[in-house]
């Protein structure tokens, strides 16, 4: 079936740094893939959506300056936790859309910063 | 998204069938019921979705009442894995956001 492959699984980054998650879709081609954000004991939060070629699409009350999504290719999407604090701890999971009816989720990336 | 209903958690004995209820009492024509489950530090996984019409895969059943007003996942038999956090989700099949809300954390117990 057709899988995600999400990277790193975790990372811990110093205050002020700067992470970046990767999303590959492994044998399909992506044009449009979607960042999720989680925080303990909750459900995951639509963040934004990202589409192949052009600007990703921001939900509400998301910071698109401190959130930057890239999707150049067919394959690879990245979210890039700019200047991270401690609150931007979270687990941050990627998907995409396959066929009609199905979504695929990557396996997650656990952000911590100290 | 038509707002979806589920208790926040529900034990089952291992072996037996765990039956997790869904309320979309706002459900609209072209939506479907999706059902997706999250283990514990996982991506969310797949599990079976339906538009009226009864589903059956080798994973679950879905029953959707008549009136599509709510919805019953059904794991046959369950085990110590299916100890997850299951998401019940409406949406229209082309449209292309997923909105995940509270679901039910299901405990399987020896």
């Known amino acids: 079936g057709a899988v995600v492959s999400q990277h790193p699984s975790w990372v811990i980054c110093k205050s002020g740094t700067s992470v970046k998650i990767e999303c590959r879709s492994l044998d399909f081609q992506a044009t449009t893939m979607f960042w999720y954000r989680q925080f303990p004991k909750q459900s995951l939060m639509l963040m934004a959506t990202?589409?192949?070629?052009?600007?990703?699409?921001?939900e509400q009350g998301v910071e698109k300056d401190k959130f930057l999504i890239n999707h150049a290719s067919l394959t690879l999407s990245t979210l890039t936790v700019t200047s991270a604090h401690p609150e931007d701890s979270s687990f941050y999971i990627c998907?995409?859309?396959?066929?009609?009816?199905?979504?695929?989720f990557g396996s997650g990336t656990r952000l911590t910063v100290v | 998204d038509a707002k979806t209903t589920q208790p926040p958690s529900m034990d089952c004995a291992e072996g037996r069938a765990a039956n997790l209820p869904c309320n979309h009492s706002?459900?609209?024509?072209?939506?479907?019921v999706y059902w997706y489950r999250q283990i514990h530090s996982q991506g969310p996984q797949y599990i079976i979705h339906?538009?009226?019409n009864n589903e059956t895969n080798e994973m679950a059943s879905l029953i959707i009442t008549e009136d599509r007003k709510s919805s019953t996942l059904i794991l046959p038999h369950a085990t110590l894995r299916d100890t997850a956090v299951y998401y019940c989700i409406v949406r229209p099949h082309n449209f292309n956001k997923f909105y995940f809300g509270s679901g039910t954390k299901l405990n399987v117990k020896p």
């Open positions: 998907s995409a859309r396959v066929g009609q009816f199905g979504y695929t």
């Open positions: 339906g538009l009226k």
């Open positions: 706002t459900i609209s024509g072209n939506e479907y």
């Open positions: 990202s589409n192949e070629g052009s600007k990703a699409t921001y």
